[in-house]
């Protein structure tokens, strides 16, 4: 089955330096979506990629879709105590009833 | 709008027992799903029903587990008997369509515990 390759495991930063974490899949995915999730919660969405090359931003968050549809990558930039979570990836394949499937996760740590 | 609701919040049970899990998705939305969340892991699909259909059960253990969506609307899940490793967080997701990946709202999950 596909498998999601999420990089890295956990970062530790401070308060304001900027944050990168990337997927990558060993097969074609036609939705990219990162989501966070905080502990005790369930996951939220952050941003959802649609095109191959697109880049969409939400706020202080950016995103990509790679242009090979298998990979991408999420920025947070002048990171903040409240950044600190579990951010997934997932990608959604629109030939198998649309299912998500998520990559191990980076958990990321904010120093104030 | 109200998110879509699980209960219970938390459960610990010797295995071999059994346990239900309830979900409550958000109004309107026809397509629910059961998510499996080991600690340290992604979210895994266990089930995907369309109304009251099931779409997608292929990870299911059905040997052990089973899920129920009558009426089409709130949805139960069970696992009997439970192992060690169906230690996790359940998750119940619901979306208004099947493509709307965007669209899912998840809920906060059970964390199930077994002994």
């Known amino acids: 089955g596909q498998q999601l390759n999420q990089s890295p495991q956990s970062m530790f930063i401070q308060e304001g330096e900027d944050v990168s974490m990337n997927c990558t899949s060993s097969s074609i995915f036609n939705t990219w979506l990162w989501y966070k999730q905080d502990p005790g919660e369930g996951p939220v969405l952050l941003i959802a990629l649609y095109k191959a090359g697109e880049l969409t931003s939400n706020g202080r968050l950016t995103a990509q879709f790679g242009t090979t549809r298998k990979d991408s990558f999420l920025n947070i930039s002048a990171s903040i105590p409240s950044d600190v979570g579990i951010y997934f990836c997932a990608g959604q394949d629109g030939g198998s009833n649309y299912k998500l499937t998520f990559g191990k996760g980076t958990l990321l740590t904010v120093n104030p | 709008e109200a998110g879509v609701a699980q209960s219970p919040r938390y459960k610990i049970i010797e295995k071999r027992q059994s346990v239900a899990f309830w979900c409550n998705p958000i109004s309107g939305h026809a397509t629910l799903y059961w998510y499996q969340q080991i600690l340290g892991q992604g979210p895994k699909l266990l089930i995907q029903f369309q109304n009251n259909g099931v779409v997608d059960d292929s990870q299911l253990p059905k040997d052990r587990f089973s899920a129920e969506r009558l009426k089409g609307v709130d949805s139960t899940l069970k696992i009997q008997p439970a192992k060690l490793e169906d230690s996790a967080v359940y998750l119940c997701?619901?979306?208004?369509?099947?493509?709307?990946?965007?669209?899912?709202?998840f809920g906060s999950g059970t964390r199930l515990t077994v002994v």
């Open positions: 997701a619901s979306s208004l369509e099947t493509a709307s990946g965007g669209g899912y709202t």
